[in-house]
């Protein structure tokens, strides 16, 4: 019998850490619209331990960022006068050089306000409740807020500060109860997505525990490479030499500079072997 040549494009994830230092969060539109920040720990889960992570928990932040858009159309609450005045005095305060030993961001301040608020509001509810809620300080201090203000005067900058901080409070309590209503539904939407992804491609990309609907692993590690300027991603490509007995030979290629026998080398292998011998199984069944 001829041998069989299969050739397997992979990227992998392999436990990477985002460096720290980064207030507030990232969307990465290509990887589900969903935040991710520079502390988070991401990595690609091969098929056996990916299938065993589809579960509903695992699902809450993408969750948050598919239902939101929405959400938010029906949810047109604006920043009271009361909420910006009672902000104002605390968030000037609280940039003050004698409070801080760094210049804060607009963004940076903006987001540890409102994250608070949801930490309280969310103190005896569940992750929905924390993610539906968290997306959505992402989504308001990003409006007008920015990361790179740091020096610019307290006052104007907390003008800013307080408008997206209360728009997203005024708009919290709507924007919580409207996602709850479907959480449920996309959640077991996209366990099962998470599944096929798990058994067609060999694994899938979590970050935090929580599942990145991506279509193309390709273009979400690209992407977080460009955003948070972090180099994660690692090209394989396995030649897989299946002879009559049974037998498979791989050699692998990779972008990066890992070692011949390295953990990571022999892991992003292993996903290779692992993809192959499950698809092999099931032709032969």
Not at 129 to 155: F, I, L, P, Y
Not at 161 to 170: Q, S, Y
Not at 249 to 272: D, I, R, W
Not at 273 to 285: I, N, T
């Amino acid at each position: 019998m001829q041998p069989k040549f299969f050739l397997i494009p992979l990227t992998a994830f392999a436990g990477f850490l985002f460096p720290p230092g980064q207030a507030s969060a990232t969307q990465l539109e290509s990887c589900g619209d969903v935040y991710v920040s520079a502390d988070a720990a991401c990595e690609f889960r091969p098929t056996e331990e990916c299938e065993t992570s589809c579960e509903t928990v695992a699902m809450e932040t993408s969750c948050a960022a598919e239902l939101y858009e929405s959400c938010e159309s029906s949810c047109t609450n604006e920043a009271s006068e009361t909420c910006t005045q009672e902000c104002d005095e605390v968030c000037v305060t609280e940039c003050e050089p004698a409070q801080t030993n760094e210049p804060k961001s607009s963004r940076g301040m903006c987001m540890s306000n409102c994250q608070q608020d949801c930490n309280d509001h969310c103190a005896e509810g569940d992750g929905r409740c924390r993610a539906a809620c968290a997306h959505n300080c992402s989504k308001k201090c990003g409006r007008n807020c920015r990361d790179d203000d740091q020096e610019v005067e307290c006052t104007p900058k907390c003008n800013t500060v307080c408008t997206d901080k209360c728009t997203a409070t005024e708009s919290r309590d709507c924007i919580v109860e409207c996602e709850s209503k479907s959480f449920e539904r996309c959640e077991t939407t996209l366990v099962e997505r998470c599944n096929t992804k798990c058994e067609t491609t060999g694994g899938a990309i979590f970050c935090n525990g929580q599942f990145l609907p991506t279509q193309n692993w390709d273009n979400c590690a690209a992407e977080i490479s460009g955003e948070l300027s972090i180099d994660i991603d690692v090209h394989v490509e396995a030649e897989i030499d299946v002879g009559g007995d049974g037998d498979a030979e791989v050699g692998c290629s990779m972008g990066g500079t890992p070692s011949k026998g390295s953990p990571l080398a022999l892991g992003v292998m292993g996903v290779a072997l692992a993809g192959y011998f499950v698809r092999r199984r099931r032709a032969q069944g």
